[in-house]
């Protein structure tokens, strides 16, 4: 509205996820009034990011080099596999603290509707990758969604013949949940998958 | 976490107004993952932004120019000026096209515990504006809250002994509103200033 360039930030600010109107609006306008050293800063770091940012060639996962400090880490277990979506997950995994082996990520989950397939989702690597035997164990950590949860059996079926342990990740009340909101299906595998205290 | 680059990339979209790091994180991996080409447009827009937009000399909105679109229109009335708050508000009745005088920003209201003083707005340069004498009218049309409230009421005394007509916007339910969720002062002031029908 101001100007040419000031609707051009708009929209492009829109198109980051979960950004509509008003908020690029917002967003276009804190910059150029208050916070112009900001937008340097944040164009540079933009410019950077996607022209050094790739796919590990292992994992899959993000990385400035070939290969991701994970996967390169000999800290880590290599027989430990936990397989994820997305980067996202690899970022929340590590978060926990809870998790020493290796990564793989898929860059998605099966969706036949979309169109999108096991070769779609780097499955035949993963296959040959278990297939050099190093990995013991495979955690299947896809999302709890129904995409997620097909494509968890997909990968225990086609890894059923392979000599490698597969885990699922735990459903069940989240902390902090009250029984009262936690939905029917996440109560009942909670109840189903009950640990022995005694 | 993924890469030192990643990690600014997040940092700077932190700063954007209401982006937490969860949001940071989800655009960062959009852009990187998704978005490469959109990510250097967004760069350049943001580079191209702050480098051209400045605010303009006569009413301190904003513009590519030294004088805004609006304050050099001969189409609109230069004896009706709208004094606002932010840019975001010229945007804001711009878009309701119910306006056709000028504006003019303050930049801000008065907050005497912010150390906000009527030089900090400009007040003293808008009062040399008005005793130029083109201005007939000025509409008060700063925010409703109470900094809003008292900048229009120091307006309003500065501008007493000047022959200019001074208003302000209206106070009442929204469209939409319904009464029962209305607050009490809102509908308050929706009573007293009530329009006469017939």
Redesign the interface.
Known sequence: ??????D??V???R????VGPK?A?????????K??I?????????????N??RSCQKCH????QDV?DICLSIERDDGLMCVVE???D??AI?QTGSFRGKYYVLGGHLSPLDGIGPDDIGIPALMARLRQGTVQEVILATNATVEGQATAHYLLEACKHLPVKLTRIAQGVPQGGELEYVDSHTLGQAMHHRLQFK
Do not use: D
């Open positions: 509205m101001f100007s040419p360039k000031f051009e930030l929209q492009a600010l198109t980051l996820p979960s908020s609006q917002r967003m276009a306008l804190n910059l150029v009034m916070n112009k900001q937008a340097e800063i944040l164009a540079n770091a933009l410019h950077n990011a996607v050094s940012i996962s993000l990385t400035e991701c997305s980067p996202a690899v970022m590590e």
